[in-house]
């Protein structure tokens, strides 16, 4: 029968038909469990959709803040990739499931992640490899990636019992020469005021030069280095 008044804690039961019998006393069926839920009236349920969701907004938050740690406990030089991680979801087993009673619920869940990372100048290298005939060094300080922790990257098959790690990268990679600010600034406090455009001049990867005096009606570069800031833009 329907009721809370028939749900049973953890009992025995024994045959009616044996009760005449020794065999009442040493045959029975003994409850693992409660049997408990037995209701009568309006409840609420928990839906799929629901109870979906939950672990889908548990999942995503749970990820969002492995990754920003990896992101901030990386190793100085090297990038991290969001398709270089990978998270592995594990919820509760005592959850509750679809059809469970209950106007509120909650789920628990545990996640690990795995992060992929990857030397950013190594990476710059080998990128730059592909591009050679166009990269013709104006500088030679070398290059510097500007955007290179944007570029999308794809992992290949992580499983494979192998030391190496495939993946391909993608995008539009925005190749910067460097240059050697300790040697201009020198130049520019060494040199006059109507000399300044051309020491910029020297330098073939620069591709546009200003200066700023601070306070305005300052035109002259100040003698101590200190003084001197150098900003790049790309």
Do not use: C, H
């Not at 592995?88 to 992060?115: H, M």
């Not at 910067?176 to 406090?189: A, C, H, P, R």
């Not at 040199?191 to 035109?219: L, M, N, R, V």
Request: aromatic share 10%; hydrophobic share 35%; charged share 25%.
């Amino acid at each position: 029968n329907p009721g809370q008044q028939y749900n049973v804690g953890l009992v025995d039961f024994t045959l009616p038909g044996l009760k005449s019998s020794p065999k009442y006393k040493t045959v029975f069926g003994r409850s693992k469990t409660e049997i408990k839920g037995g209701y009568v009236g309006t409840a609420s349920i928990i839906s799929a959709q629901e109870l979906g969701k939950a672990k889908d907004d548990l999942k995503n938050e749970l990820t969002d803040y492995l990754n920003k740690s990896i992101d901030q406990n990386k190793p100085a030089g090297f990038l991290v990739y969001p398709g270089a991680t990978k998270v592995d979801f594990v919820e509760d087993e005592k959850n509750p499931v679809e059809g469970d009673v209950g106007s509120t619920f909650s789920v628990k869940g545990k996640a690990t992640a795995k992060a992929y990372l990857l030397k950013a100048d190594e990476l710059g290298t080998e990128l730059a490899k592909t591009y050679q005939d166009q990269l013709s060094p104006a500088d030679p300080q070398g290059f510097t990636i500007a955007n290179i922790g944007n570029l999308n990257l794809t992992l290949g098959n992580t499983e494979a019992a192998t030391d190496t790690m495939p993946f391909s990268i993608k995008g539009n990679a925005n190749f910067v020469w460097n240059i050697n600010e300790e040697e201009i600034i020198s130049k520019l406090i060494q040199s006059g005021s109507d000399s300044y455009a051309s020491i910029f001049k020297q330098y073939p990867s620069i591709e546009k030069a200003e200066i700023q005096f601070s306070p305005s009606w300052w035109k002259f570069i100040p003698r101590d280095e200190s003084r001197v800031k150098l900003e790049q833009t790309y």
